[in-house]
């Protein structure tokens, strides 16, 4: 498996509106694009910085994914993505090594992204995301 870069943080925000607040008022970076993901149940909003981007995840439903996590956790980082080379080759190979995996296979992420997420009882309590693009 190779790993490219940090592709970005997620981070989970109760309104993308006032994370643009700090994110682009206050540190100046700019809203690259965002998007409605209506399987997902969330918005997500991505402000590029050098090669990798920060990612707000607002919740559009409190039983969806982020809703829940909101409720449970509060506002913060939700998930760190790694870009890799080849997501189906490093979902076959962290199963062989007995990484617990979110999703056995790839599906559609943000922008186009063929992404999957590996359980965080794996991965010392992080939820991590593999992408391809």
Not at 49 to 74: F, H, N, V
Not at 100 to 107: G, N
Request: proline residues 4%.
């Amino acid at each position: 498996m190779k790993v490219i870069k940090i592709d970005h943080l997620g981070i989970a925000v109760n309104s993308i509106n006032k994370g643009k607040k700090f994110w682009g008022d206050r540190l100046g970076l700019w809203l690259e694009d965002s998007e409605v993901m209506a399987d997902e149940k969330l918005i997500t909003a991505f402000f590029p910085i050098g090669e990798s981007e920060i990612e707000l995840l607002e919740s559009t439903d409190p039983d969806g994914p982020i809703g829940k996590y909101l409720e449970k956790r509060g506002e913060g980082i939700h998930h760190v993505a790694f870009l890799v080379e080849n997501i189906e080759e490093a979902l076959a190979e962290l199963k062989e090594k007995g990484i617990r995996l979110v999703d056995e296979k790839p599906r559609k992420g943000a922008g186009g992204a063929k992404i999957a997420f590996l359980h965080p009882k794996s991965t010392n309590g992080v939820l991590v995301e593999l992408c391809e693009r």
